[in-house]
């Protein structure tokens, strides 16, 4: 295994601890579809007590970090410079449905930058990680973008009204965080989104960058309304250039 942080460590062991739950939701879900209350409250007790694991065990060793949740919203501690980010499950409606496409992201945020980011995918034991200037990870495994130079050849995953005629080969999957992901392992060739919160793409963007990507200017102060596009760097002005004329 590639050396990693003492903070990257902890998330990764945060993450596998809180999916035991999810994935034993998960295979309730089945049952759910089919009961009177249907399985929208379900949903959000899962995500609440995947919260509470992560927060538990983040917080066991750093108690000062102060946390910005998508459940909880942020909870100010002493310090006030390094912020966990989390999303518990980012894809919920997948999850609500029973698809299997949905993930844990964490990420530290350090005096206004991403230092570290995480996402793991508990139904194919996919875990993602990436640290500043350390390279971008699956499963301890070294991950670039992808190599493609022809755009005609790409798939890009986007999911947003302001996209939707664009003329590039496109997937809706349903979750930013893995979007973000496969983008950093070259599965798709890009990824291109409106109206993001920062803890869908927190985790994705240092991925992303770690892995030789490119991004957009991401404002982090902002919690809400966040743009993002992202790709390889061989295809981006190919990409950028589609996506401003169409």
Not at 129 to 137: C, H, I, R
Not at 171 to 182: F, M, P
Request: charged share 25%; proline share 2%; net charge neutral.
């Amino acid at each position: 295994m590639n050396s990693i942080s003492p903070n990257l460590n902890m998330m990764i062991q945060a993450s596998e601890k809180a999916s035991k739950s999810l994935i034993r939701d998960f295979g309730e879900i089945e049952n759910l579809q089919v009961s009177i209350k249907g399985p929208s409250d379900f949903v959000s007790s899962a995500d609440k007590k995947v919260e509470k694991v992560l927060i538990e065990e983040l917080s066991k060793y750093k108690k000062k970090f102060s946390i910005l949740s998508e459940e909880s919203g942020f909870i100010k501690n002493d310090d006030e410079k390094n912020i966990w980010i989390i999303d518990p499950i980012d894809g919920t409606s997948n999850f609500l449905h029973g698809i299997p496409h949905f993930a844990i992201s964490i990420a530290l945020k350090s005096h206004g930058e991403i230092v570290c980011g995480l996402i793991f995918d508990p139904i194919k034991n996919e875990i993602f990680y990436a640290e500043k200037n350390n390279g971008s990870y699956i499963n301890n495994k070294r991950v670039r973008v992808s190599n493609k130079k022809k755009i005609e050849e790409c798939l890009f995953a986007s999911n947003g009204k302001k996209y939707k005629d664009v003329s590039l080969s496109t997937r809706k999957t349903g979750s930013a965080a893995l979007d973000l992901a496969y983008v950093a392992v070259g599965r798709f060739d890009g990824y291109f989104q409106e109206n993001l919160n920062i803890w869908d793409v927190a985790a994705g963007i240092i991925l992303v960058n770690e892995a030789g990507g490119m991004l957009n200017k991401i404002d982090l102060s902002k919690n809400n309304n966040i743009e993002i596009i992202a790709s390889s760097s061989n295809i981006n002005q190919k990409m950028l250039e589609k996506l401003n004329n169409f």
